[in-house]
């Protein structure tokens, strides 16, 4: 197909009028009805130790939920919280309480030690990189391989930097990049020597169970590698239901050494006097056990599968073979990683809007919103119906062969 070949299909694909927003990794509706049983699950309202759950307290969480949680993130229940509903909440109030308070290691509290950054491995998750934004974080952008960020960078920055005082990682199926760090990658993240006493790795194991392929990837344990390492403090790690049960109703969960969960409940402590009981009881009695959690998330997957499947199928149709073209194939999490030739992701993203499509702005995947390359778009097949996947795939396909050829 040539350019005016190109020309010509988008602009009968821009005459359907359709109108579809691909902006976020959104679970679809019958991914929500998989948890519908949820809402009636809990058939009284006293916990395993006989908690109320009805009444305040347990700003911890129910033990039978962190037993839930511990079992899925491999670590004891006594190093698991469970809070509230959204694992970016916790991340968000673990670096508020680092700003204020300080962290286990630390002489003073982040925000009393003048600038301080994290690194940010891109392309990564945006929300991560508005809440460093937000709260006055510098950020560095680490380039990813295959197998993680590039380690040798980031082992000299925060070997003689100070002021790095974290790091963001999605180790497994990043967002968007779907990229797995490899056990090399995490026994060095755990290892490596940082100027900064209180440095911090937030874990977010966002897709540790969400699957795309019958492969069950593994990811090394960050908590124990460290506690090995001699640096039994510098791992937080998150994960939630968001995309197991309910995107907005789910459990949220932290992991830690023993000093960071201290640490978090005294903190957390003067912000709540305990969090939704009920849901986590309901949740357990639903789940059950990290079982009923994979058995749930092979019918995520079957959902899923043949929507990534379609928009490859359309990438593969109408833009292999360009140079400069390329994308991922992830095995699990939520996303496709499109990339454009250099200095045309932003214009494809504009046409596709212009045919109807919403996509996540380009450069969102960076620090600041800027793609130094403007290359990445972020694909995300959850939310629209097969029918309407293929098409969007089709349009965002033809939205980058018309920004090439201009
Ligand atoms: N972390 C990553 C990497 C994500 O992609 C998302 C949602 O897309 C979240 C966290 C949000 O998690 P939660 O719903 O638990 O706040």
Redesign the pocket.
Known sequence: MNHAESLAQYQAFKQQGLKLDMS???PAPEQLDLSLPLLDAVDGYKAADGTDTRNYGGAVGLPEARALFAEILDLPAAQVVVDG???????HDSIVFGLLYGVPGGSKPWGQQGQITFLCPVP??D??FAICEALGIKMINIPMSDAGPDMDLVEQLVKDDASIKGMWC?PKY??PGGVVYSDEVVARLAAMQTAAPDFRIIW?D??RVHHLSTEHVLVANLVDACAKAGNADRALV??????ITL?GA?L?ALASSPANIAAWTRAVSTRTIGSDKVNQLRHVRFLKNKAGVEALMEKHRLILKPKFDVVLEQFEALLGGIEGVSWTYPKG???IDLLTPAGKARRTVELAKEAGITLTPAGAAFPYGKDPQDRHIRIAPSFPSLPEIKEAARGISLALRVAIGE
């Not at 509903?85 to 991340?91: E, H, I, K, P, V």
């Not at 998150?238 to 995309?243: C, G, I, L, Q, W």
């Open positions: 976020r990794g959104k509903n959204s694992s970016l909440a916790l991340m990564g998750y929300r991560h999605v990043s967002n977010d966002a897709y998150f994960a939630s239901t968001s995309k995107a789910g949220a999490g939520y996303f």
